[in-house]
DNA sequence: CACAAAGTGGGGAATGGTGGGGAAAATGGG
DNA sequence: CCCATTTTCCCCACCATTCCCCACTTTGTG
């Protein structure tokens, strides 16, 4: 279980440290990939082969899934930690999520996310009128619609 | 599992260096064909027999379905790598292609597509909101619809 | 206030990608 | 059937990137 929210450098290299109560659930690396709304997503190994393994590429997906898988698997990495316990995001995925110089680290419960500055302050930061309308919105929806 | 995203150089001769993360999975060698999207795909034995065993051609196959097993198995190529880890792409495989001089070679989980510069822009890179969407629509084709 | 743990930064060695030359094999024409 | 030309394959050398290691700074804790 991830949870709370750091404030990290990410150096000229590309490398990002990742806050050691995560590392210690990830005894075994994770793989990176990217998400919605312009975020990069870390998955512990069980966490990525429960989510993945629905989304391969066969003769017989649809276009969209295509498009998806290629998508989704082309910008995954699998990354091991350094002696420090940082990863290396690669150029694309730096660019991807618009991350220079600082990053967000966001435990999310089954998975880590990594924000740059301006979209986690719009996507993660919230009002309590907001707070409460979004939450009032998700009940709504699984009650019946 | 094939992950990431390399962009290598096509020589003069056709070569092209496969990274050495997917070489590692490919001990015996790997099949090369042709995929949809004009990409050309990269197979480990097992497999390219789990994904075409289905594909064969009989007194009982459809007019289409021979066609597609005549287009797959007839460009394919059995290919070994070179003590540098490179592959030879046929004059045929580049101009189906369109390869010329540098190419995307992509890991999508379960095979290695390799692309072009300009076909690999279109469908393997995307904004935030491009991926955002796609997702949602790949979901909601799922959840049920 | 001191010690330990965690994050930051840079330098050097090793790995991996690129390109070219030459030998062997295949192809085509006389 | 033999020779000439082209193509393929193998080997070697160079260069860039990545990875690993070490040292420093900052933060948190006893």
């Known amino acids: 279980m991830f949870l709370g929210t750091y404030r990290h450098a990410v150096d000229s290299k590309g490398r990002l440290a990742i806050p050691a109560r995560f590392r210690e659930q990830l005894p075994t690396g994770s793989i990176i990939s990217k998400g919605a709304e312009g975020c990069l997503q870390v998955y512990g190994p069980d966490e990525w082969v429960k989510e993945q393994s629905a989304l391969q590429l066969t003769s017989e997906s649809p276009a969209e899934e295509r498009r998806l898988t290629r998508m989704r698997f082309g910008a995954a990495r699998e ?38 500055d301006e979209n986690w302050r719009r996507i993660g930061e919230a009002t309590p009128e907001e707070y409460t309308r979004i939450q009032d919105q998700v009940a709504e929806r699984r009650r019946g619609k």
Chains 1, 2 share one sequence.
């Open 79 to 116: 990354c091991e930690f350094d002696a420090q316990g940082r990863i290396v995001l690669s150029a694309d995925q730096r660019g991807y999520a618009g991350i220079t110089g600082i990053a967000w680290i966001v435990g999310v419960n089954n998975l880590i996310e990594i924000w740059n």
